[in-house]
């Protein structure tokens, strides 16, 4: 489906980023990982090349405008151009907003929120006839527990910015679309218990590939009427009335 496409997939050395990887690897595109973890990143670059799939890490700093910019130019570049941007990376820390400091704040807007801006502005340049964006947000952009201001400002964001840049980039014919997580478990899913999966309509925790397959699906040039939106993928946990008991 994707053979001679190119996708650049940011925080994808692990967790859902890293089943986004494969998938499309296995899909036949050109997968770029780009993410600061250098061993992880080089790790899972390796795997693919041994398996037959074209991959190539390059580390990344999505807070540095430089270093976004030479990673989208180097993956143009190695092979002749750019079709895919996934905008996955995020980190998060709880602590309560009377205690986070404007650092950790900073930190967190500049690697949620700020990376989808650089990354799309420079994937964008190099899409020549068009391409497609798909940022990763979560349904915490719409629901909160304690001490999730800074993470939940971030993916909220992102949600904005998803059909801002859908209007602004429709005149190149890229497509930019927004995928809300809910509960993906990426540690020991056979450890989960019954009553976590039970918070879902569909009876189960949600896996990365859940998200990898939904990517897929937004990336595909023959879906080019869906634009602009976000889909929430969460099993329904978010429709979900709990009750304790």
């Not at 790790?43 to 990344?60: D, K, R």
């Not at 190695?78 to 205690?99: C, D, M, T």
């Not at 915490?140 to 998803?162: P, V």
Request: charged content about 20%; some cysteine.
């Amino acid at each position: 489906m994707f053979q001679n496409k190119t996708v650049v997939i940011t925080g994808a050395a692990q967790g859902i980023g890293r089943s986004v990887a494969i998938h499309f690897a296995k899909a036949g595109a050109n997968v770029v990982i780009a993410d600061i973890e250098n061993d992880l990143g080089f790790q899972l670059a390796g795997e693919l090349l041994t398996e037959g799939y074209s991959a190539i890490f390059m580390q990344t700093d999505v807070r540095s405008e430089e270093n976004v910019r030479q990673t989208m130019e180097m993956a143009a570049n190695r092979y002749g151009r750019l079709h895919i941007l996934i905008n996955n990376v995020g980190k998060s820390k709880w602590i309560s907003p009377l205690e986070l400091s404007l650092d950790d704040w900073d930190d967190i807007i500049q690697t949620n929120l700020r990376s989808v801006f650089l990354c799309s502005r420079e994937a964008a340049k190099l899409m020549q006839s068009g391409g497609a964006i798909i940022n990763v947000a979560s349904t915490r952009a719409f629901m909160s527990e304690q001490h999730s201001e800074s993470y939940a400002a971030s993916k909220g964001g992102i949600i904005a910015l998803t059909h801002a840049l859908a209007s602004s980039f429709s005149e190149l014919n890229i497509t930019v679309n927004c995928i809300s997580p809910g509960w993906i478990e990426t540690g020991d899913y056979e450890g989960l218990k019954p009553s976590d999966h039970s918070q879902h309509f569909s009876n189960r925790v949600g896996k990365p590939e859940d998200i990898a397959r939904a990517c897929l699906y937004l990336a595909n040039p023959e879906n080019n009427f869906v634009s602009g939106t976000n889909l929430t993928i969460d099993g329904g946990m978010t429709k979900k009335m709990i009750y304790a008991e």
